[in-house]
């Protein structure tokens, strides 16, 4: 099997994130089973990593983050677009916003349809509620009540929620009692998050800390991931850099990626697995011929309407609301409440801008606030925010290497905005929120538009906005696609086609993108792989 100096585990998981806590839970439950998880960071220990509102200081923060970058986008004005993703225990679910969403249900039923099988939204929908504990729903049959993921309601939402919400019912649109609860999720509402007790639930609080003292579950810190070991077509072990020492796990039974879209599908390429003459010109032996590895590439895109206002009811810093701050920052460190347990993204909704659409294209997410300025973790002043996402974008990009090296970051080309219909609906996603702000119900917060500004009021200019200002809201996937074709890396059971011993299990095998935030979708994916992994029958489909 290897040296006598290799350590060997029957499961190897690479990657701490959302998917790999779920896994490194549920395939350590046998006793006669033994797991590690290998995470890049280091321990979740940092202290903002509990505090909600704490989400903007940590987004980008760099020694927590991998510090990715795009090369440039045509589609954004040439500009390099961040793209944060957590390199700490936990990954993206210590560093993220920490919504509650699932997606649309038929983004699941897509799934299926493209041969998928066992992958619809009723076949789905049980993985999803084992993991949720969810405080509001608990007698909801599309809920959870017992599971390890706390999901709550925002505990004491900011006052302009309200308006916000006023605001679009006076404009027609239809509030929606429980985004994760129907068949339809449209309309405006109040959002649910991971949070527990005024702090972060991650996955590590949720699936990791109640288990940590399990004897037959490892977890290294501060370990690279930099290959997947091969003997003939079958995965055998990782190779891991530790602080400069090269070491080799073996692994008995199976190794499971789960490094996220863009760890994952690096460490194929970097193990040989992909494409065989692009991995040669790079210096790289190929060891599987698998063309779609790094393919596929998507992600959601937003642009913001941002309004400035003197109104201290917005979260913000200022002299005029000091007292209440200080206030909030008692009530936190004494209680776990108010200001500093909120993601601060508190409200959205689903709407689609044109007609002739199954499911709502643009997702909209409410925040009382203005966006910091980057490197400051809470905005300076007051002022609130529409941040419409784009859903479904046509647009699809690449990941490759830019070396053999493992601790260089892999050139990322999402072609963002490359496809010309999808600036179209973000263009009609900024007419709606300036309606929103233009309602009676925000009359009383005398705002000013800082953007896109009223200089940018006819159809190219809000367009050329867009182009130089939209971000990526971090939810990248499918670049180890699932399905059955040539454009596909892994099968419906996760395993890496051609392979033995090998599977991803994370946001890179998702065959599109959902409507709306990952997370809870990679929980839900990470469930499912466990139970294919330990050979267990899936769950009954749930009666829908």
Request: proline share 8%.
């Given at each position: 099997?290897?040296s006598?100096d290799?350590?060997v585990f029957d ?5 701490s ?9 549920r395939l350590s439950a046998g006793?006669d ?5 290998i995470?890049a960071?280091?321990?979740d220990?940092n ?10 200081a940590l987004i ?5 983050g ?7 986008q045509a589609?954004?004005?040439g ?8 390199r700490v225990l936990?990954?993206?679910?210590s ?10 249900p038929r983004?699941?039923?897509?799934w299926a ?5 066992g992958?619809?939204f ?17 007698d909801a049959p ?15 939402p900011n006052?302009?929620?309200a ?7 006076s404009?027609?649109y ?6 994760n609860g129907t ?11 991971n949070i527990?007790?005024g702090?972060?639930?991650s996955?590590v609080?949720?699936?990791?800390n ?9 977890i ?5 991931v930099?290959?997947?070991l091969?003997?003939?077509k079958?995965?055998v072990?990782?190779e891991i ?5 090269v070491?080799?796990l ?7 990626l789960?490094?996220g879209t863009i760890?994952?599908?690096?460490i ?7 494409p065989?003459r ?6 790289i ?11 596929n ?5 937003a ?7 003197d ?5 913000g ?10 206030l909030s ?10 200001t ?14 044109c ?5 709502p294209?643009i997702?909209?997410v409410?925040?009382p ?6 490197g400051?973790?809470v905005?300076i002043?007051?002022?609130?925010a529409?941040n ?5 974008p046509?647009?699809?990009g ?5 070396s053999?090296d ?22 009609r ?18 705002a ?5 500004g009223?200089?940018r009021?006819?159809e190219?200019?809000?367009k050329?906005?867009?182009r ?13 696609r699932?399905g ?7 099968d419906p059971e ?7 011993g090998?599977r991803v299990a994370?946001?890179?095998?998702f065959p599109?993108l959902i409507?709306?935030?990952t997370n ?17 029958s899936?769950?009954?489909?749930a009666e829908?």
């Amino acid at each position: 099997m290897g040296s006598g100096d290799d350590e060997v585990f029957d499961f190897l998981i690479a990657g701490s994130g959302t998917a790999g806590c779920v896994l490194a839970n549920r395939l350590s439950a046998g006793r006669d089973v033994s797991v590690c998880m290998i995470e890049a960071g280091p321990p979740d220990s940092n202290p903002l990593i509990q505090i909600p509102a704490a989400v903007a200081a940590l987004i980008n923060h760099k020694t927590l983050g991998w510090g990715y970058k795009t090369v440039p986008q045509a589609g954004m004005a040439g500009r390099e677009i961040p793209i944060p993703r957590g390199r700490v225990l936990g990954g993206c679910s210590s560093t993220n916003g920490m919504v509650y969403y699932r997606g649309h249900p038929r983004d699941y039923d897509d799934w299926a349809a493209a041969g998928n099988s066992g992958w619809s939204f009723r076949e789905v929908l049980p993985y999803f509620t084992r993991s949720e504990e969810n405080l509001r729903f608990q007698d909801a049959p599309w809920h959870g009540a017992d599971g390890p993921m706390r999901v709550t309601d925002i505990e004491q939402p900011n006052p302009l929620n309200a308006a916000f919400l006023e605001a679009t019912e006076s404009l027609g649109y239809p509030r929606c009692p429980d985004f994760n609860g129907t068949l339809e999720p449209e309309g405006f509402n109040l959002r649910q998050a991971n949070i527990r007790d005024g702090r972060r639930e991650s996955g590590v609080t949720a699936f990791i800390n109640p288990i940590r003292r399990r004897p037959n579950l490892r977890i290294l810190t501060r370990a690279l991931v930099t290959r997947v070991l091969l003997e003939d077509k079958r995965a055998v072990g990782l190779e891991i850099n530790v602080e400069g020492t090269v070491r080799r796990l073996r692994a008995r039974r199976e190794v499971i990626l789960a490094g996220g879209t863009i760890g994952s599908a690096q460490i194929l390429l970097l193990s040989g697995i992909g494409p065989g003459r692009e991995l040669s010109e790079l210096g790289i032996l190929p060891r599987h011929e698998s063309p779609a590895v790094g393919g596929n590439y998507q992600d959601h895109v937003a642009v913001g309407v941002i309004n400035r206002t003197d109104n201290t009811d917005s979260y913000g810093v200022s002299l005029k609301a000091l007292p209440k701050d200080v206030l909030s920052v008692f009530n936190y460190l004494l209680f776990r409440r108010g200001t500093l347990s909120s993601n601060v993204f508190e409200s959205m909704g689903f709407l689609r801008t044109c007609e002739g659409l199954d499911r709502p294209d643009i997702q909209f997410v409410f925040q009382p606030a203005m966006r910091p300025k980057p490197g400051l973790p809470v905005p300076i002043g007051h002022g609130y925010a529409m941040n419409p996402v784009l859903l479904y974008p046509a647009s699809r990009g690449r990941l490759t290497l830019a070396s053999p090296d493992p601790h260089v970051a892999p050139l990322i080309d999402p072609r963002l905005l490359a496809e010309p219909g999808d600036i179209e609906p973000l263009y009609r996603s900024i007419l709606i929120s300036r309606r929103v702000f233009q309602a009676p119900a925000f009359a009383r917060y005398q705002a000013e538009e800082l953007l896109p500004g009223p200089a940018r009021q006819d159809e190219n200019a809000i367009k050329e906005y867009i182009r130089e200002y939209a971000v990526t809201v971090h939810h990248p996937v499918s670049t180890c696609r699932m399905g059955r074709g040539a454009d596909s890396v892994v099968d419906p059971e996760l395993r890496v086609h051609g392979l033995q011993g090998l599977r991803v299990a994370d946001a890179s095998v998702f065959p599109g993108l959902i409507g709306g935030n990952t997370n809870a979708a990679v929980v839900m994916v990470a469930e499912k792989a466990a139970d294919m992994i330990l050979g267990k029958s899936p769950l009954p489909a749930a009666e829908i």
